[in-house]
């Protein structure tokens, strides 16, 4: 297929980075099991040496991350936090990274307990506040680093207005666009230099894989992060690149459910008397509604909310809900509930990003809205 960006992102999604296979006619991409290739002579091969540098497989999916992100280049890696740590390897110690105040746990334990013993510096500020951002500022900084919506309070952040602040420095502005997913909001095209993704999540929308992947514009920069990637070796098997193109193939149509279904479950929430706040970019009620409409073509499938009965009520909840299971993770077709602070934001805990133990964080899936509304309900009702 030519990549072109004159086709629509439901077009991408089943087409990007696929060509039928030449030598069999293949529709779907087949999964080169191999770690190796015959070479026709010494230091001489067809492109592929050894399947940690490159894989048919995973060029493919590189093909199709990239078309659905607008960028000129992707990688994909063996999880959303190598992806994150293979673009910090591009941080010297003693520059500075200006990260967001509300990112995933694990996101936070790599820069706070990990990579800040290597020299590099960190500092968390409200990415939601343009001058806040701009305070926070250092003539070393080299690197922004936000989510939007975040994890798990979804703030938005005007990606456009802080890849200037960062530009006008000589920054980088990383985005995080695992929640939002492409189909929804594509950052390179707001200023981005990188797009992150953890492709479990709604790229692969199974819930059957975990990799990661990094989207970007600049070549110069691209064959650094190619470098690093074979040589860190943090990448994925063919089976799961098949896995995430073949969740690819349905993204466009999954997002337009979790969408539709997460704005339903979000009004129901919001209505109910046991509930105290609900934390959703479809509703009015939240403080970035505007922006959300600006910038997102839906508000997504993720929605937190708090109940009056704080944290026992919450996990009251989380135990006794029957179709939205108690797991970690989110965006696959099935709905998943969770309270971050225990959970996957366990890290941050005794730190200024600390989540409030009461907050429930829920992943709404495809399945009918109805049925997961009277789900919650049953429960709420208990309270």
């Known amino acids: 297929m030519t990549q072109s960006h004159n086709f629509h992102l439901e077009t991408l999604a089943v087409h990007a980075g696929v060509e039928p296979d030449p030598q069999t006619g293949a529709v779907m991409t087949p999964i080169y099991q191999t770690s190796t290739y015959a070479q026709p002579d010494v230091a001489q091969h067809k492109g592929y040496e050894y399947s940690r540098t490159d894989n048919p497989t995973r060029t493919a999916l590189h093909g199709a991350l990239a078309a659905l992100e607008g960028g000129n280049h992707a990688l994909a890696f063996a999880s959303g936090m190598a992806a994150i740590d293979t673009i910090l390897r591009l941080i010297k110690p003693g520059e500075h990274v200006l990260s967001g105040n509300d990112v995933y746990g694990g996101t936070f334990r790599l820069f706070d307990k990990v990579l800040s013993g290597y020299g590099i510096e960190f500092t968390f500020a409200d990415t939601t506040d343009e001058t806040a951002v701009s305070a926070a500022m250092q003539p070393n900084t080299k690197l922004v680093w936000l989510e939007t919506p975040t994890n798990p309070m979804l703030r938005l952040t005007d990606i456009a207005a802080i890849a200037k602040i960062a530009h006008d420095v000589g920054a980088w502005l990383g985005v995080d666009n695992t929640f939002a997913s492409p189909i929804l909001q594509r950052p390179l095209a707001l200023g981005a230099d990188f797009v992150l993704h ?49 969740g690819i193939k349905t993204l466009a149509i999954r997002m337009a459910q979790h969408c539709r279904n997460a704005m339903l479950v979000a009004q129901s929430l919001a209505d109910h008397p046991a509930v105290a706040e609900v934390i959703y970019p479809g509703l009015d009620s939240h403080p970035q509604y505007e922006l959300a409409r600006r910038q997102m073509k839906g508000p997504g499938g993720m929605i937190s909310f708090v109940l009056h009965g704080g944290e026992e009520a919450a996990r009251l909840v989380a135990r006794e809900t029957q179709l939205f299971t108690l797991a970690e993770s989110l965006g696959g077709v099935e709905s998943l509930i969770e309270l971050p602070a225990p959970m996957t934001h366990a890290s941050v805990a005794d730190s200024p990003l600390a989540v409030d133990p009461g907050l429930v964080r829920v992943s709404v899936g495809i399945e009918n809205a109805q049925d997961l509304i009277n789900d919650l309900k049953t429960v709420l009702n208990q309270l």
Do not use: E, W
């Open 198 to 246: 953890s492709t479990t999540k709604y790229i692969g929308g199974h819930s059957d894989v975990v990799g990661g992947a990094i989207v970007l514009n600049d070549t110069q920069i691209y064959d650094q992060l190619k470098f690093l990637q074979n040589a860190i070796g943090a990448v994925p098997g063919p089976m799961d690149c098949f896995l995430t193109l073949r």
